[in-house]
């Protein structure tokens, strides 16, 4: 099973991201995770990463690439993954391709979070307080959503084009929202 989760940030993907993978049995690679434990371990992966999140910018493909590319042909990426938080942008998406087309498999579902905009940035703000995550000022939250819109929306129309969308509103509560994308991708929830 290969799928990604897509949508705005705050959109809830890395908590509906840790049940899909576990229903499926596959890990889930969250890009901005893998970030953040480089920052954190001050390797130079961290150190060359820091300087854009913490400006809300994108660190440059062919950082983000590589470091996917690395991750996807660890072991337990072996049956497959879920994605959370790449591709984000077009060059993203081929690359992608090109590695799961290496693999000999194919991508089988993109599972997109729609939100509403107010109600993520006061969730964002939340989880500034609770996480401490640096890159979670208003100003910040402003400049991510924005390149989400210019960069990572398009990516939708391009998976929609292949028959591969499976679109979810993502709000309420968070177990409502599980159960929307289980019965979207057609399969039972565990209790
Ligand atoms: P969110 O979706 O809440 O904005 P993430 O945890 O997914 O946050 O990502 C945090 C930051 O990590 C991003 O703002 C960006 O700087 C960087 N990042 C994560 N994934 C990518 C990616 N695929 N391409 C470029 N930068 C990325």
Redesign the pocket.
């Known amino acids: 099973m290969r799928l990604i989760i897509m949508?705005?940030?705050?959109?809830g993907?890395?908590t509906q991201a840790k049940f899909i993978a576990e229903h499926f049995g596959i890990p889930a690679i969250?890009?901005?995770?893998i970030?953040?434990r480089n920052v954190s371990e001050g390797t130079p992966l961290g150190v060359e990463?820091k300087r854009?999140?913490d400006?809300?910018?994108?660190?440059?493909?062919e950082?983000?690439n590589k470091m996917?590319r690395n991750r996807i042909e660890e072991d337990d990426a072996g049956p497959g993954f879920l994605l959370?938080?790449?591709?984000?942008?077009l060059a993203?998406v081929e690359e992608l391709d090109g590695m799961i087309r290496g693999t000999g498999h194919q991508l089988d579902a993109v599972v997109v979070l729609t939100v509403d905009q107010d109600e993520i940035v006061n969730r964002?703000l939340q989880r500034a307080q609770v996480e401490g995550?640096t890159?979670?000022t208003e100003d910040?939250?402003r400049r991510?959503q924005e390149?989400?819109t210019e960069q990572t929306e398009p990516l939708i129309g391009v998976y929609r084009d292949r028959g591969l969308l499976v679109e979810i509103d993502g709000m309420g509560e968070v177990d409502e929202v599980t159960r929307r994308v289980f019965k979207a991708l057609d399969v039972v929830p565990e209790s």
């Open positions: 949508g705005p940030p705050g959109a993907k890395g969250s890009t901005g995770d970030f953040r990463a854009f999140m400006a809300g910018e994108y660190v440059p493909d950082v983000t996917v959370d938080g790449y591709p984000r942008t993203q964002l995550r890159d979670d910040v939250i991510r390149l989400y």
